[in-house]
């Protein structure tokens, strides 16, 4: 049909190729011509047209929809494809991770008491880079008036920013967990650039694969679950922390960090008589579902062996308490009260019988239940051992748990490591530490407040080290009669997303009375966040303008926010709580009706059965 239809034009080309004379091309033509316009009648409405015919087959129309269909490609501006991507793209980049150990036995003339920001202070790169640090000192001074008109700015400044940024090449962290007592410290650290002359003593050198994606995102709805157990430390394998991770890996879900002991959650009666462990749980939008089962299994599990006093489940950031019955005191309803450091410090709770503390640090490959795994082998092959003080979170595709036990008699020459690799052999684990210490070398916390400093940054280096310098003298101003208040990092957890946005959760003592700080509200929250960022931001810039640190890489310091307040418990929960339910974006709302989640009406917000 095609080469019919093509026919006419073909042979008029060749009639028009030859020398023909006379009535002949003008006869070919028109005869041709018609022959054309017969071969386009019959296609369009002869019998040979498409759909011509009763037994024809139908033409196939193609049209657009008004509604462009976008359902399949919405996966790519999740938020967990866009932190998957990033994490995707920093693939193959070396970290380098250490574990540190500050205790009062290690040869070093640095007084006893563990500081984190000497600590990161030792971290130097480079020769080289020291030198061109070194080399702006004369620029600095030479460009004053360029830096700020105001000199007396300028020379606080330079005072204040300029002598660190020049002693040392600030380190750049992408990941930091640190816990200790009054007089030790344990400290996981990762650097991206290895640092000259480190570990320094009582430190090793962690391995990481930097061709592992990291194990969780940012893209998961937290969940915070607080435990209450008695003041007395448990056995591990009794403990209702080890219930709980097994509960979790049952189910299958992601831990991002826990802590015993934690702050108190709430006020009241019940919270002085038990010690809080707190377990930070992602959810993606899908496992949202598995929240009903696991709080089901895990209200079952502590009711049925009475490892727990009280529960309590907070299923978004700002959002309320929710109680979770499992047989312990009730309620009591009450104000916040300041949390001090001393309610958090375990040596005080051991008995008088004496006994041994064993200090730990565990790292190893993260994936899913491995830290119910690590702490079941050790209750097995080590059924004496009693719980004290833990702290974990997944950094950097590694699973890290700083431990502290207690063990009263003999406890022989059990190595963790060798129970490690026999129970867990190909998991990556490494012992970084374990050794047996006494209350002395633990020392005891005084009751000190602790101040809740909230920093979040674009990753650049020194971040950390700008917030812990700028905090010091605003405290100072904030306290002037107090000499120094500035007690040393209590805790701290420093995390980096995809997105090269730094996140920092530290806990400071500030060595003042518990009266001097009660009544604090916004206004003296307000002026230490402002001159505290401040000072960092004014170091940023020294540095960017030093040259040390690429303004164009980093971007401006502007977007630094610090937030400071004092750790204080919540309000205690009332009889009449609210029901927590979820969004489909794994996002918490408040829901005032049990049937919302339960179509029985049984009043119990955690109960799922019969949910929509």
Avoid at 342 to 348: K, N
Avoid at 380 to 408: K, M
Wanted: net charge positive; with cysteine; glycine share 10%.
């Amino acid at each position: 049909m095609i080469v019919a239809s093509l026919l006419p034009t073909i042979v008029l080309a060749i009639l028009f190729a030859f020398t023909v004379t006379g009535w002949t091309p003008i006869v070919a033509t028109v005869v041709l011509l018609v022959l054309q316009a017969w071969f386009v009648v019959t296609l369009t409405w002869g019998p040979i047209a498409p759909g011509a015919g009763a037994n024809a087959r139908p033409v196939r129309l193609l049209r657009t929809e008004e509604g462009m269909g976008y359902a399949r490609a919405g996966v790519l501006h999740a938020e967990w494809w866009r932190s998957t991507t990033g994490s995707a793209l920093v693939t193959g980049r070396e970290a380098h991770a250490y574990v540190i150990w500050e205790h009062p036995d290690r040869p070093t003339g640095q007084p006893l008491e563990p500081s984190l920001h000497r600590l990161l202070g030792t971290a130097i790169q480079s020769r080289a880079q020291l030198g061109r640090a070194a080399a702006f000192t004369t620029r600095l001074r030479a460009r004053r008036t360029e830096l700020s008109p105001n000199p007396a700015v300028t020379e606080e400044a330079e005072a204040a920013v300029t002598e660190p940024a020049l002693a040392q090449w600030p380190p750049n962290l992408l990941a930091l967990l640190r816990s200790g007592t009054a007089r030790e410290a344990l400290t996981f650290v990762v650097f991206r650039e290895p640092p000259r002359d480190w570990p320094p003593p009582g430190g090793i050198r962690i391995p990481i694969d930097p061709d592992r994606l990291p194990a969780t995102d940012d893209s998961r709805a937290p969940v915070d679950i607080w435990v209450g157990v008695p003041l007395a430390f448990t056995a591990l394998r009794e403990h209702a922390l080890l219930a709980t991770l097994d509960c979790a890996a049952t189910v299958g879900l992601f831990l991002h960090d826990m802590q015993l002991p934690a702050p108190p959650p709430a006020a009241g009666g019940p919270s002085h008589q038990c010690v809080w462990s707190r377990f930070r749980i992602g959810l993606l939008d899908d496992e949202i579902r598995l929240l009903g089962p696991f709080l089901r299994e895990l209200r079952s599990r502590l009711a049925s062996d009475g490892s727990a006093s009280r529960v309590l489940v907070r299923t978004s950031s700002q959002g309320s308490l929710h109680e979770l019955p499992v047989g312990g005191s009730p309620p009591v309803a009450g104000g916040g009260r300041l949390v001090l450091a001393s309610d958090l410090d375990v040596v005080p709770m051991a008995d008088h019988s004496g006994g041994s503390w064993r200090v730990l640090a565990i790292c190893a490959d993260a994936h899913a239940g491995l830290e119910y795994k690590i702490l079941d082998a050790l209750a097995d092959r080590a059924p004496g051992l009693r719980l004290a003080a833990i702290s974990h979170a997944l950094l950097h595709g590694t699973t890290v748990l700083l431990l502290l036990c207690h063990q009263t008699g003999s406890y022989g020459n059990l190595r963790v490591a060798d129970v490690l690799a026999e129970k867990l052999p190909g998991a990556g684990v490494t012992v970084a530490v374990d050794e047996w210490q006494t209350s002395a070398q633990l020392g005891r916390i005084g009751p000190d407040p602790l101040l809740r400093v909230r920093a979040r940054s674009q990753d650049r280096p020194g971040m950390l080290l700008d917030v812990l310098n700028a905090l010091r003298p605003a405290l100072r101003t904030a306290l002037p009669q107090e000499g120094d208040p500035y007690g040393g990092v209590w805790h701290a957890l420093l995390t980096l997303a995809a997105g090269r946005a730094a996140t920092a959760r530290i806990s400071v003592r500030l060595k003042v009375g518990e009266d001097r700080v009660r009544d604090w509200d916004d206004a003296e929250f307000g002026g230490i966040e402002r001159d505290a960022r401040s000072r960092a931001l004014r170091a940023t810039a020294v540095r960017q303008a030093s040259g040390v640190v690429d303004a164009e890489e980093y971007g401006a310091p502007e977007n630094t926010v610090i937030t400071v307040g004092l750790i204080r418990s919540l309000p205690a929960v009332g009889a009449n709580q609210r029901q927590a339910g979820f969004t489909r974006r794994g996002r918490a709302v408040v829901r005032g009706c049990a049937g919302s989640w339960c179509r029985r009406g049984c009043g119990r917000w955690w109960c799922r059965r019969g949910a929509r």
